[in-house]
């Protein structure tokens, strides 16, 4: 199979002549090219029956190169599995839109900040008012950066629990196939978002607000897994690989 490393070594030297890589990039890109090779170093593994030896070279871990992070991933999913309630789950999918990606770019780590702390406020606070569902509720939530595509397009995935606590303390649990009115979800998010925003960069050209303010912003959510373990499985896959992988190449 052809691999991402293999194009790397290939025509890596000609693409960063005519480019320019991040610190963060420029990590990666090495990691990758290293990957188990001779490079990186490693050891030799030998029969104890016949003699024969073999190398094995070391692995990057970065967690952007194709080659590694399953058994990470593996063990993630197995301490997470304990986490879960023995209830039905929901996923919630908040998206920014696309006029605010070149800002999002720019000033990454205080943007995505925000969008968690906006996501979470969101949710707790609607699902606190009793026209809804009046609980307390917990959520898991995994930043995705890249679309199908793979431009870049921010958006976060929500894991939800069908329910909450009460102020008494007891389980409600919400309706089986809805959980909050995904209109309401995406305006309180929209306003939320956006005043924060302007907050964070006092010089935010405030015709890119108004415009935003006048778009629908896409907030879904997607009916309830079959099982706890869908959800865990589900979150692996954006928590532990990456944008391209080497099938993806072609």
Known sequence: MLEVQDILEQYGDAFLQKYRLSYVQGKAW??????????????????????????????????????????????????????????????????????????????????????????????????????????????TAVLHTWGQNLCFHPHIHCIVPSGGLTALGK???????????????????RGKFLALLKLQIPDINQSLLNQCYRKEWVVYCKPPFKNAACVVEYLGRYTHRVAISNNRIL
């Open 30 to 139: 090495n990691a990758i090219h290293d990957c188990r090779t001779s490079r990186l170093g490693g050891h030799m593994d030998k029969c104890p029956n016949c003699g024969y030896e073999h190398p094995s070279y070391n692995s990057c871990r970065n967690r952007h190169c194709p080659k590694c992070q399953t058994f990470s991933k593996e063990r993630w999913i197995d301490a997470r599995k304990a986490d879960l309630l023995n209830v039905g789950y929901f996923h919630v999918v908040f998206t920014v839109p696309q006029e605010l990606n070149p800002l999002i770019y720019r000033n990454q780590q205080s943007c995505y900040n925000l969008l968690f702390r906006c996501v979470a406020e969101t949710l707790q606070e609607l699902a606190g008012d009793k026209k809804y569902l009046g609980a307390q509720i917990g959520h």
């Open 171 to 189: 389980w409600q649990s919400s309706r089986k196939k809805f959980f909050l009115p995904v209109r309401v979800l995406s305006r309180k998010f």
